[in-house]
């Protein structure tokens, strides 16, 4: 049989009139298009970006996550895949933990699961990795409000790749939709957003800190964020690359003093006040929100009452 055409399979975003042919769409065709080249198949691009737009489109930060789908790579997966990732948490599937969408290889359905990257997990801890992924998940579980009867915390499906092996035992929390009874486009909404919600819970209760200052629950909200965009390792290099590897606040830089030694060696602080960040629907500019500070000022201007004021901080080597 010939590869369906471009035709056929228009753009998501042109004709996808609800969320259900995202999940419908390949359940009906994925097993025929399998069995055709996979090189310039429609089907294979659609979950490479037009799937994963449609979804990103719901999300209401799209500068902080980023959705992303699979049909395998370079060959057609058992269990393809679109999935949402906190770039805070992680940017790419093969770490971290996730909200993903996990068709079964018989296609007769697909799950919504709070699930883990297992690439990384496969290559850390070989044989034990399954045994990992079901401790982490368990632990992940304790950590979060839901009602039993209304999610799976194990998941089939019906594959023995290694991969699907490893997805089976990393799943939290899950949600079934079977192939001949999906939501709607209302109910699927309402779901992505609760799964989002339990992503968010997981990623604060993740996040730990010590403060002599009681917090209100909301507050210790915004400080575990905070942190969390302070250490996002690709945020810090694109924020180092755009100012450079000169203190904001004193001038010192590293190779001055340290010579080669010191080298790109700077930190980034996120300036945008605690007070101010809202949770979930964090925008991050790397210009204007944050700076660079050598380690001193970096650990001078977290005592200040104000850990966003920059000018507070210059004034204060000024007089001293």
């Given at each position: 049989m010939p590869t369906i055409s471009r035709s056929k399979f228009q753009s998501t975003i042109d004709v996808m009139s609800n969320l259900e042919n995202i999940l419908q769409e390949p359940l009906e065709n994925y097993q025929i298009e399998k069995s055709k080249s996979f090189a310039g198949n429609a089907l294979a691009h659609k979950f490479r970006h037009d799937y994963p737009a449609a979804i990103e489109n719901l999300l209401i930060d799209k500068t902080r996550y980023k959705?992303?789908?699979?049909?395998?790579?370079?060959?057609?997966?058992?269990?393809?895949?679109?999935?949402?990732?906190?770039?805070?948490?992680?940017?790419?599937?093969?770490?971290?933990?996730?909200?993903?969408?996990?068709?079964?290889?018989?296609?007769?359905?697909?799950?919504?699961?709070?699930?883990?990257?297992?690439?990384?997990?496969?290559?850390?801890?070989?044989?034990?990795?399954?045994?990992?992924?079901?401790?982490?998940?368990?632990?992940?579980?304790?950590?979060?409000?839901?009602?039993?009867?209304?999610?799976?915390?194990?998941?089939?499906?019906?594959?023995?790749?290694?991969?699907?092996?490893?997805?089976?035992?990393?799943?939290?929390?899950?949600?079934?939709?079977?192939?001949?009874?999906?939501?709607?486009?209302?109910?699927?909404?309402?779901?992505?957003?609760t799964f989002l919600e339990f992503y968010e819970a997981l990623a604060y209760s993740d996040t730990s800190f010590s403060s002599h200052i009681e917090q209100s629950h909301f507050e210790t909200k915004q400080i575990r964020l905070h942190w969390r965009i302070e250490r996002n390792t690709s945020l810090s290099k694109k924020v180092k690359k755009l100012k450079g590897y000169t203190c904001e606040a004193c001038n010192m830089n590293f190779v001055d003093k340290y010579g080669s030694l010191g080298e790109q060696y700077i930190e980034a602080h996120h300036l945008r006040p605690i007070s101010e960040l809202e949770i979930g629907k964090v925008k991050i500019d790397i210009e204007n929100d944050f700076a660079v500070l050598c380690?001193?000022?970096?650990?001078?201007?977290?005592?200040?009452?104000?850990?966003?004021?920059?000018?507070?901080?210059r004034d204060c080597i000024k007089k001293s």
């Open positions: 959705v992303i789908g699979s049909p395998g790579k370079g060959n057609w997966t058992d269990c393809p895949w679109i999935a949402i990732l906190d770039t805070l948490i992680t940017e790419t599937a093969q770490k971290g933990y996730y909200p993903v969408f996990l068709f079964k290889s018989d296609m007769t359905g697909v799950y919504l699961s709070l699930n883990q990257g297992v690439t990384d997990v496969i290559e850390n801890y070989k044989r034990e990795a399954k045994s990992v992924l079901k401790l982490r998940a368990e632990d992940f579980r304790a950590k979060l409000n839901y009602n039993d009867a209304e999610y799976s915390t194990e998941i089939n499906l019906e594959s023995k790749t290694i991969n699907a092996r490893h997805y089976q035992a990393g799943n939290i929390l899950a949600k079934y939709y079977p192939k001949d009874n999906l939501p709607t486009e209302t109910a699927l909404k309402k779901d992505i957003k380690s001193n000022c970096h650990s001078m201007i977290h005592r200040m009452d104000d850990p966003s004021d920059l000018e507070g901080l």
